[in-house]
């Protein structure tokens, strides 16, 4: 089955400086990858996603990379806000129309203001 | 997307006992799951819960301690039979959007003693 290595677990920035989170697949069959956003006592949080036919989106301060050929992706986030502290969690579909989601372990992003 | 809410948000139970967690969703959805979060770790797929017909479990779970329900589009329950210390999770709705996404209700955060 699929497995994603997601990559760093914990990452402290500085508000205003930028943080990227990485995370690797390995079935090359998957298609698409969504990142959610997980705060303290709620449900993950859908903030971006990416399919396989694109390399790269961004929504405002918020950006994911795609490299099919070494299947990993990226999120980043510049401009950080104490706010954007959270766990973050990539995750990985395969084949069209499914929604079982394989998910990387977390990022604890801690943003200092 | 859609308005998923689960009941109850949290629950702190007898070991042996029986807690029925209900997912409502505000519009009629053809996909529905229930994943569980153990402490500080990623998410993981319990089961697609369908409409009308026995729930579909991925490995290391099954119907006798986690019996689910899914009467109609937009409501299905997940029931932990049985429990015990080990089943302390976060249980997570969620519902498939149109465009393949997948969104989580806020989470039944469960304490068993």
């Known amino acids: 089955g699929e497995n994603v290595e997601q990559h760093p677990s914990t990452l402290s920035v500085q508000e205003g400086d930028s943080a990227v989170i990485k995370c690797t697949y390995s079935d090359s069959a998957s298609n698409y990858f969504p990142w959610y956003k997980q705060e303290l006592g709620k449900g993950p949080q859908l903030i971006i996603d990416?399919?396989?036919?694109?390399g790269e989106k961004k929504d405002q301060r918020i950006a994911v990379t795609l490299n099919k050929t070494a299947k990993h992706f990226s999120l980043h986030i510049t401009e950080t806000q104490p706010e954007d502290s959270a766990v973050y969690f990539c995750?990985?579909?395969?084949?069209?129309?499914?929604?079982?989601?394989?998910f990387g372990k977390g990022t604890k992003l801690s943003v200092i203001p | 997307s859609a308005v998923i809410s689960q009941k109850p948000s949290r629950d702190i139970c007898q070991r042996g006992t029986s807690l029925t967690i209900q997912c409502q969703v505000d519009?009629?959805?053809?996909?529905m799951f229930w994943y569980r979060q153990q402490p500080g770790q990623s998410l993981t797929l319990i089961a697609t819960?369908?409409?009308?017909?026995?729930?579909?479990?991925e490995s290391g779970f099954v119907i006798d301690k986690f019996p689910i329900s899914r009467p109609n589009l937009t409501f299905s329950t997940l029931t932990v039979s049985n429990m015990s210390p080990e089943d302390s999770s976060i249980y997570l709705c969620s519902v498939g959007g149109p465009k393949g996404e997948a969104f989580f209700g806020q989470g039944t955060r469960l304490t068993v003693v």
């Open positions: 819960a369908n409409q009308g017909s026995e729930a579909t479990y």
């Open positions: 519009s009629q959805v053809t996909m």
């Open positions: 995750a990985a579909v395969k084949g069209a129309g499914s929604y079982q989601l394989t």
């Open positions: 990416i399919r396989s036919n694109v």
